[in-house]
């Protein structure tokens, strides 16, 4: 699949983390988009066994990362390196909004490896950090307060760039076996005959009650299953009313 | 702004979980994303200090938090209810990607609570909780590993809802001055002086040598600062020149 061919040539860079459970979090939060290269700058400690715990069942990103001393040895060979930031910078490039941003890197990481750089849980990218970056992307998010976690950064950034790549689709609709337009109308002219019986639905007074019953239905979009078990509900209060009678 | 009314009525339903520490994240992850409204069906320890450090500045998202025994209080007036789900499931309603979800739960945001409800981080949410929900949503992931952590995937659902909401713009690009034609006109002048001085430009044979930097400086968009320093570096060369010979 082309779509996961590029995720292959993402890297995530994580520089200078002081939290060794964010690296943690951020190799589950890859895995769970498909992506699997992380490398790491100068974090504060690492390898440790809180980062262990938090990776879950991403174990195998962790152990596949590397370490490395500075940013520019980090970047290697990626043609494109993209820092993200909670906010604009004054001297740095135009910030781009993470899902104006996605297509450019994905179209990038189609022939080449990419880079996406996340600073500092503190204080983020420092300025010549991000001087090594071509690009600079945000995640907008509520001014009052944007402070958004490492590990959920790298979560939204990696499910942007998953879904920009459709990289996956949803669990296709469970197998439904819709009823025939005969196996509904049966039911309806069932439900009319009851509902007659019972009094509820006056003949000579109708008020557009079927009407409205088969537009209720007609929404729900029956399947041949519910029309079987409404006509038994509806054969158990003929049943019922018979009875009492 | 009508956006951020929206998200003022969606409630995140946490229902069972288990380790208060993903319940102080995903208040983080709210409030990042202009959501208070934070709702707790039995939760395992909370309030709890765990929750309370990983909430960081969200502190009044948790401390504004209900405690309810039943999913079906924590609901209350919600007119729509939208279970996460790492997976489809057989018996109920068809899975939509959290993309396609986003617009169709703000629209009843728009005048009336919904909720987002999200299960235990080991179980997911039982057949029963799903059946109190009308919406399916389902972060498309990784089949081979789709596990995302609790407090992630409501980052990812809030970061959709504000971003289908256009809550909060990206900063805006920092204040340039572009330069003016005529200026930068003088600049391509000084620099053609410049390197025809040097040797580097044969005005006999100029193999396009202006216009690829014209182009280049063209892509760039110089700004007038730029044009000023860039000349000041053209005169510095000129001046070592001179010196020497």
Known sequence: ????????????????TSHPGNIGSAARAMKTM???QLRLVAPKSFPHEEANALASGALDVLEGSCVYETLEEALGD???????????????????????????????AAASPVALVFGNETFGL???ELAR???????PANPAYASLNLAAAVQVACYELATAASAFTPPAEPERT?????????????????????????????????????RLFARAGLEREEVQFLRGMLASFEKQAKSKT
Chains 1, 2 share one sequence.
């Open 1 to 16: 699949m082309p779509a996961l061919d590029a995720l292959s040539r993402v890297r995530i860079v994580l520089s200078r």
């Open 34 to 36: 498909g992506i699997s």
């Open 78 to 108: 990626a043609v494109l390196a993209v820092g993200f930031s909670s906010r604009g910078r004054d001297l740095s490039h135009p910030p781009r909004a993470l899902r104006d941003a996605a297509p450019l890197i994905l179209a990038s």
């Open 126 to 128: 420092t300025n010549e």
């Open 133 to 139: 970056c071509q690009m600079l992307a945000v995640i």
């Open 178 to 214: 819709p009823a025939t337009v005969e196996e509904i109308e049966a039911f309806h002219a069932h439900l009319e005959r009851a509902m007659i019986a019972s009094g509820f639905l006056d003949p000579a007074m109708p008020k557009r009650l079927m009407e409205r019953m088969r």
